[in-house]
C-alpha cells in the first residue's frame, strides 16, 4: 500500500494522461497496521481504525481483490483468484504487466507440534486480534459460570508462545485488559488468572536488546505471568499444553507467535528465493538477476548496508517495510521514465514495544526507556507511522476517549456467526438440550 500510495503520487501526469496504471493485488480490501492489533486486541482501538481502505487511499489505482497464485515473471505474468472466481466458475484471471512490485509479507510459522493446528490461534491478523479479545472473555465467563474446577482452570489459563513483539505485546495487552475486566466478575478474582509465555531462547524481546529485554521480563513476572525460556511447547493435544520443561497445563487457549516465514506466493514464482525462502534483492530492491521486478518487505531478503556484518539482511519488521516501500516507489518509478533506481540504506533506529496500559519498553537511538515514558513513546511513534491523517485522528480520539471514560470489557464473538439466532429463528431447532439442570 505505502508503494501504491507513493507511485500514485509520483507519476500522476502518466496515471493523468493514461500512459500508465498501477494495479494492486490485495485478498483484503484494506491494508493492516500490524504493530495496532495488540492494542486492538486490549479494547483500545476499534478494528475498524486498525486497518486502512485501499480504495479511499488508492484512488489513483486499479484495487483487485484476490490472491496471486502464481507469478511467471519470464512472460510477466501474475495468476489471480479474484473473490468472484468461485462464482462466475471461470477461474482466476491473468494479468500483464511491465513492473512487478512483489510485497507479500509472512505468515506463521508452525512446527509439528502436536494439536497446533487443532487447537492454537496465530496473531497476525485483525480477525486473530479480536477472535483472540472474544475468546478471552468468553472464557472468563466460562470459568464465572462453571461449577467444575477443572473446566474453570483451563478456561483461565492462556498460554502465549513465542516471545517476540507480537507474543509479548499480545500477552502484555490482553493479561491487562483480563485483570481489568476481571473486577466485574463476582467469582474471579486478577490471581484466578494463569498466563504462561514459552519462549524457546533465553531472551525475549530481542529488538530492545538485552538490558530491556531484561526489564520486561521483571514486569511481567511482576504481574503474575509465568515467563518461561529455554522453554518450548511439545504438544496441545486433547488442550493440554504439554511443555519441554515438563509442565502441563489444561487450557482452551493456545496462542502461536512463534516467528514467520515468507508468504506461500513466493515458492510459485520463478523469481530467486535465499535458503530461507525469501526473494533475493539486491540494495536497490530489485529482485537478484532480473529486470523489472522488485521486492520488499518481510518477504525480500534485502542486504542491509549500514551493518559492518558481511552478508545481512534487513531483519522483516515494519520498520524496513515501510522505508523501504519508499525507496520502491522512487525505483519504480525510475524506472518508467529512465531514470536510475537509488539503494536502500537504513540503520535500525531500535524499537518501542507496549506492555499493556501505561506500562512500555524502548530502545531508541541508543535511549534506554521503561515504564509510562516507554509506553508514550511507544503509542506517539506509531500514531506517527499509522497511514493517512484520518487514521491518525481517529486513534487519537479514542485514545482519548478511553483515557475519559472506562475501559470496554464486552466481548461480542456472536459476530462471529452472525446467522445463529436467524437459523434457530427459521427452524433449525432449540440448541441441544444437553445434561438436566442443577441448582446453584
Ligand atoms: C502483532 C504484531 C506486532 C508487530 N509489531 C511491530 C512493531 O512494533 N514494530 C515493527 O517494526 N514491526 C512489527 N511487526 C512486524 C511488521 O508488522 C511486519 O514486519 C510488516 O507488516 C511487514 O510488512 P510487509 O509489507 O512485508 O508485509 P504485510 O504487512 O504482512 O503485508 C503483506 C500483504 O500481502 C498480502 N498477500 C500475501 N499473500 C498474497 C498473495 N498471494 N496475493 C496477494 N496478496 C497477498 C497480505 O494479505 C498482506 O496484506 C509486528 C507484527 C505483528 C504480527
Same mark, same amino acid.
Given at each position: 500500500? +505505502?508503494?501504491?500510495?507513493?507511485? &500514485? ?17 490485495? =485478498? ?20 475498524? @481504525? ?46 500483464? +504487466? ?28 485483525? /480477525?486473530? $486480534?479480536?477472535?483472540?479479545?472474544? @475468546? ?69 524481546? =530481542? ?72 526473494? /533475493?534483492?539486491?540494495? &536497490? ?38 522505508? &523501504? ?14 531514470? /536510475?533506481?537509488?539503494? +536502500?540504506? @537504513? ?54 476517549? $478511553? ?14 456467526? =452472525? ?17 438436566? =439442570?442443577?441448582?446453584?
Amino acid at each position: 500500500m +505505502y508503494t501504491a500510495l507513493r507511485l &500514485q503520487r509520483k507519476l500522476k501526469t502518466e496515471l493523468r494522461a493514461g500512459t500508465a496504471e498501477i494495479t494492486v493485488v490485495a =485478498p483484503d480490501p484494506y491494508m493492516t497496521y500490524q504493530p495496532f492489533l495488540p492494542e486492538a486486541a486490549a479494547g483500545n482501538i476499534s478494528p475498524r @481504525h486498525v486497518v486502512v481502505p485501499l480504495r479511499r487511499v488508492l484512488d489513483k489505482c486499479r484495487i483487485v481483490i484476490g490472491e496471486a497464485d502464481r507469478i511467471d515473471h519470464a512472460h510477466r505474468t501474475a495468476t489471480v483468484t479474484t473473490l468472484a472466481s468461485p462464482e462466475d466458475g471461470t477461474g482466476a484471471i491473468r494479468l500483464t +504487466y511491465d513492473e512487478l512490485v512483489i510485497a507479500p509479507g509472512s505468515i506463521s510459522r508452525t512446527l509439528p507440534v502436536p494439536g497446533l493446528a487443532d487447537y492454537a490461534i496465530g496473531f497476525k491478523t485483525v /480477525e486473530e $486480534a479480536i477472535g483472540l479479545r472474544n @475468546h478471552v472473555i468468553e472464557q472468563m465467563d466460562i470459568a464465572s459460570s462453571t461449577r467444575d474446577p477443572a473446566v474453570r482452570d483451563a478456561a483461565l489459563t492462556f498460554v502465549v508462545v513465542g516471545g517476540g513483539y507480537a507474543g509479548v505485546e499480545a500477552l502484555a495487552e490482553l493479561e491487562d485488559m483480563a485483570r481489568y475486566t476481571a473486577r466485574y466478575y463476582h467469582n474471579i478474582r486478577p490471581e484466578d488468572l494463569k498466563w504462561i509465555l514459552v519462549e524457546a531462547s533465553d531472551r525475549i524481546l =530481542p529488538e530492545v536488546g538485552e538490558e530491556m529485554g531484561r526489564y520486561a521480563i521483571r514486569e511481567l513476572r511482576s504481574r503474575n505471568i509465568d515467563v518461561r525460556l529455554e522453554t518450548r511447547l511439545d504438544s496441545c493435544e486433547n488442550r493440554i499444553a504439554v511443555l519441554s520443561d515438563g509442565a502441563r497445563f489444561p487450557t482452551r487457549t493456545v496462542v502461536w507467535t512463534a516467528g514467520v516465514k515468507p508468504a506461500p506466493l513466493l515458492a510459485a514464482t520463478d523469481l530467486p528465493l535465499n535458503e530461507r525462502g525469501r526473494i /533475493e534483492c539486491t540494495a &536497490q530492491l530489485r529482485v537478484a538477476g532480473t529486470d523489472h521486478a522488485w521486492a520488499g518487505g518481510d518477504a525480500a531478503a534485502v542486504p542491509d548496508l549500514t551493518s559492518r556484518e558481511k552478508g545481512k539482511e534487513c531483519a522483516p519488521n515494519a520498520q524496513h517495510a515501510v522505508r &523501504q516501500a519508499k525507496v520502491l516507489a522512487e525505483n519504480v518509478a525510475a524506472a518508467v521514465r529512465g531514470g /536510475e533506481p537509488v539503494e +536502500y540504506r @537504513h540503520s535500525y533506529a531500535g524499537s518501542v514495544a507496549s506492555l499493556g496500559l501505561h506500562k512500555g519498553v524502548a530502545h531508541v537511538y541508543g535511549r534506554k526507556l521503561k515504564g509510562y515514558p516507554a509506553w508514550f513513546m511507544h503509542r506517539a511513534y506509531h500514531l506517527s507511522r499509522v497511514p493517512t491523517f484520518n487514521r491518525k485522528a481517529r486513534v487519537l480520539a479514542e485514545w482519548t476517549l $478511553a483515557g475519559l471514560f472506562k475501559r470496554e470489557i464486552v466481548s461480542l464473538g456472536s459476530l462471529e456467526h =452472525p446467522r445463529a439466532e436467524f437459523e434457530i429463528a427459521a427452524g433449525g431447532g432449540p440448541p441441544g438440550k444437553g445434561p438436566a =439442570p442443577q441448582d446453584t
